[in-house]
């Protein structure tokens, strides 16, 4: 701001394109630009951590990706509809994304009530198969939106709409109970939440079942 207040191109406080094109620079967008990487899911991981991860357990890599993650605050429609803010905590290269996505969903899917969501979370996959495997959640590149509609516990909107009172269908290899897309569980994909998650690089796990789950990993 100093070096624009000392070269007067300030317009109403801001530094805007026409100033930057006056002064012949580019803007540098990093706070706002989301991060993007193309090729196998390897090849983004290495793209994302800057080092091709472990697949299991790395209390060093752990100790690594902690200090990559930030957190990330939102405007949503509650439980109840109403407006409020949630965070979650992400790789700081995803920030830009994941703000984007739930500013999409907010605007342009105002009926869907985000309720929960999940982020970072450095451990294995829960499967109930007892893998050792890391979840993509430890690399700070996916997000849960709403796993209480998936993991069996009493989801009651306003509307009085009980989503699932038992257990989580899925991991049993059950079919979900609620079969078609509603305002708080993604279930095809052609689901608004599903897409406002593609068009920021989050694919979806409804691919193999993990319907609440979204990756920058192809949704895994
Ligand atoms: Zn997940």
């Given at each position: 701001?100093?070096?624009?207040?000392?070269?007067?191109?300030?317009?109403?406080?801001?530094?805007?394109?026409?100033?930057?094109?006056?002064?012949?620079?580019?803007?540098?967008?990093?706070?706002?630009?989301?991060?993007?990487?193309?090729?196998?899911?390897d090849q983004k991981k290495k793209d994302l951590l800057g080092f091709s991860p472990s697949k299991t357990w790395s209390t060093s890599e752990k100790n690594k990706i902690d200090g990559m993650v930030t957190s990330v605050s939102f405007p949503v429609h509650d439980e109840n509809g109403k407006d409020n803010t949630k965070s979650l905590t992400i790789h700081n290269k995803l920030a830009a994304n994941v703000k984007a996505i739930f500013t999409d969903i907010y605007t342009k899917v105002p009926t869907f009530r985000v309720v929960n969501v999940g982020g970072y979370c450095y451990r294995r996959i829960n499967n109930g198969t007892g893998t050792q495997t890391l979840s993509n959640h430890s690399f700070g590149a996916a997000i849960d939106i709403n796993y209480g509609a998936d993991k069996g516990y009493d989801l009651v909107s306003k509307n009085s709409k009980v989503v699932n009172s038992k257990l989580n269908p899925f991991w049993s290899g059950g079919k979900p109970l609620d079969s078609g897309d509603t305002d708080y569980a993604m279930r095809t994909v052609n689901h608004p939440v599903v897409k406002a998650c593609a068009d920021h690089g989050f694919g979806w796990g409804g691919q193999y079942g993990d319907y609440m789950h979204f990756s920058f990993f192809d949704g895994h």
């Amino acid at each position: 701001m100093e070096w624009q207040r000392a070269n007067g191109l300030t317009d109403n406080g801001r530094f805007d394109d026409a100033c930057a094109q006056k002064a012949g620079v580019t803007l540098n967008r990093m706070s706002t630009t989301e991060f993007t990487a193309s090729g196998s899911i390897d090849q983004k991981k290495k793209d994302l951590l800057g080092f091709s991860p472990s697949k299991t357990w790395s209390t060093s890599e752990k100790n690594k990706i902690d200090g990559m993650v930030t957190s990330v605050s939102f405007p949503v429609h509650d439980e109840n509809g109403k407006d409020n803010t949630k965070s979650l905590t992400i790789h700081n290269k995803l920030a830009a994304n994941v703000k984007a996505i739930f500013t999409d969903i907010y605007t342009k899917v105002p009926t869907f009530r985000v309720v929960n969501v999940g982020g970072y979370c450095y451990r294995r996959i829960n499967n109930g198969t007892g893998t050792q495997t890391l979840s993509n959640h430890s690399f700070g590149a996916a997000i849960d939106i709403n796993y209480g509609a998936d993991k069996g516990y009493d989801l009651v909107s306003k509307n009085s709409k009980v989503v699932n009172s038992k257990l989580n269908p899925f991991w049993s290899g059950g079919k979900p109970l609620d079969s078609g897309d509603t305002d708080y569980a993604m279930r095809t994909v052609n689901h608004p939440v599903v897409k406002a998650c593609a068009d920021h690089g989050f694919g979806w796990g409804g691919q193999y079942g993990d319907y609440m789950h979204f990756s920058f990993f192809d949704g895994h």
